[in-house]
Structures are given as C-alpha cells and as structure tokens.
C-alpha cells in the first residue's frame, strides 16, 4: 500500500513556526507544574490508595466529609475521585503514607481509611484493592525511572554519532526529549498522575519518535550522496517526502492502538494510553520538524559549501575545456 505517490510538500518551510509551536506547549507546560503540579503517583510519592466498591454511588463530597470526621488528622491530605467505570460505583481514597517502612504496621493507614468511611454511614460497601508503598521505596522507583531515561537518551546520542554524523545524533536528541517536555506538559494539563506506567509509556515514545527519526536520517544520509548540488533544506524535504506514507501508516496504526487501550484498558491503563496518544502524535511531529531544523541549524556550513563547490565547478568547466581544445589543435 502506497500513500502520498510523488510527494512534494515543503516542510521546511514551516520547521521554526513548528518550533515556535512547541515552545508555546512545553512553557505552558511547565508553567501549570509550577502552578499546580505534577501529581505523583503511589509508586513515587509513597502512600496507601483504598479502592471502595459502594452498593449505592456516593457522592465525592460525602466521601471527603467522612475523612475529615473520621480519619486520624482529619484527612485533609486525603485525595478522593471516582474510579474505574462509573457503573461500578467505586471510588479511590488515596492519602500520605506515614509510620513505619517496614511491616505489618504499614497496613495501619489503609486500615484507618476503611474504618472511617464506615463511621460516615455512607452504605454498605466493600474494599476492593488496596495498594501501600513507603517513602524510601517511592524515592528508589523515582531515581530508577530517571536513570533510565538518561541512560536511554545517552546510549540515543551514542548510537546515532556512530551511525550517522553528530549533527544528526543532536537533533534526534533534542527531538526525544521535546517528546518528553510535551507529554509531560499534557499530563500537567489533565493532571494524570505520573505512574511507573506512566514512565513506560514514556520511554515507549522515545523509542518510537528515535526509530521514526533514524528512517528520514537514513534517507537524508542517501540523498545527500545523489543530490550532492541540493542544498540541505531541500534533500531533507526529499527525504521526508520520501518516507511520508511509511510515516502515516505507522503512526496512524500505533495510535489506534493507544485509543482503543485508552478506550477499553480500563482505569490501570488510562495514564499509560494518554502517554502513548501524545507521545506517537509529538513523536512523529517532532521527526518532521524538529529533528530537522536542529540538523539545519547545526549544519549551517553545509548550504555554503555545496553553493561554493557549484560555483566552483561552472568557473573551472570553460577553463577545463579551454585545456582540451588547446591538446587537441597542439
């Protein structure tokens, strides 16, 4: 199945309004974290997360006034939302996890929560997942997830300045992690909590975006050997042209893919597939447009030196055949 059959678009036209665009997103971004936040999830703030199951659906509102009447503390720290599909009536009770590392005592707060609501006659219900991790243990998961991502990244430059040339490596870098600063600025924006499957998804989309990156590289290292007169703005053009259907038919199926888990995966899942649908949109927009530009504006030397080897080639052209017409009469 071809797409896109003789391609022609001019990308580059629009690589710094694309630019300007995604700074727009990531200084929005950072601006709602520095406002709001990020929440965190258990796996990397620690804490006890209490999943109810209600025979009648109460309201958020009851839920939150239990805590603060009957919870040690008052519960005001204590976050409530509805969880899962509504139909199922349950609802997700969520506070700091304090006392103990270690042990049977850390059970004691997830054990509070459950006798406060019901102290707060709010019907009959049932408990029906918990889920407890200590602040050490939340410390050592957060520093291994960001290990891993600067470890990924480190062995992407690597690969790439090996493959291909530095300037290359550079931009899928900068690429992968406007990747990143996007997403997270999303889920600042939805305030999705930042889960260990949150960060799965996230060095999924680093993956993807560098293979995505690495195929119209690829094409470039091609056509700047058979378009050497080109400047560079037009053989990345070419490039991205070229691999224009591959492009769309790879990412329009990862991100159906993602929908239907955002759709039908379930509550588990919905920060994870949030993650990958932003992540394959920015991914592929990121390897048109900023992964290029990065290239052209490191490369700066390139565009200068093709046009001074042309010149250069007409001017010694009439010299050359001067020479010949001079053996051939002597």
Not at 3 to 8: I, R
Not at 247 to 257: K, M, N, Q, V, Y
Not at 280 to 303: D, E, L, N, Q
């Amino acid at each position: 199945m071809r797409l896109f059959k003789n391609a022609n678009y001019n990308f580059m036209r629009w690589r710094w309004h694309a630019v300007a665009l995604s700074w727009v997103v990531i200084i929005a971004g950072m601006v709602v974290i520095a406002t709001k936040g990020l929440p965190r999830g258990i796996e990397f703030a620690g804490g006890s997360a209490v999943i109810a199951q209600f025979d009648q659906t109460p309201s958020v509102q009851a839920v939150r006034e239990a805590l603060n009447r009957n919870y040690p503390g008052g519960g005001q720290d204590a976050v409530v939302q509805s969880y899962g599909d509504p139909s199922l009536r349950q609802v997700m009770v969520r506070v700091p996890q304090v006392g103990a590392e270690q042990g049977a005592s850390l059970s004691t707060t997830a054990q509070a929560v459950e006798a406060a609501l019901r102290k707060g006659n709010l019907g009959n219900f049932t408990v029906v997942g918990t889920e407890i991790v200590g602040p050490a243990v939340g410390q050592e998961l957060e520093n291994k997830g960001l290990w891993a991502f600067g470890l990924s990244l480190v062995g992407i430059l690597a690969y790439l300045a090996f493959r291909f040339q530095f300037s290359f490596a550079l931009g899928a870098v900068v690429a992968t992690i406007h990747d990143i600063l996007v997403a997270l600025a999303f889920l600042a924006f939805f305030q999705y909590d930042l889960t260990l499957n949150v960060i799965a998804a996230i060095l999924t989309v680093t993956g993807y975006s560098t293979n995505d990156t690495i195929v119209i590289f690829d094409r470039v290292r091609e056509n700047m050997r058979s378009h050497r007169r080109d400047s560079l703005n037009d053989i990345i053009n070419i490039a991205i042209n070229q691999t224009l259907g591959r492009t769309i038919l790879t990412a329009g199926t990862a991100l159906l893919s993602a929908i239907a888990l955002f759709v039908f995966g379930g509550e588990v899942l919905r920060g994870f597939a949030f993650t990958m649908i932003v992540g394959v949109i920015t991914g592929t927009y990121s390897s048109v447009f900023v992964a290029a530009a990065i290239v052209t504006f490191w490369r700066p030397k390139h565009r200068r030196a093709v046009a001074a080897a042309a010149e250069a080639q007409a001017v010694s052209q009439p010299a050359r055949r001067s020479k010949q017409r001079k053996a051939r009469a002597s």
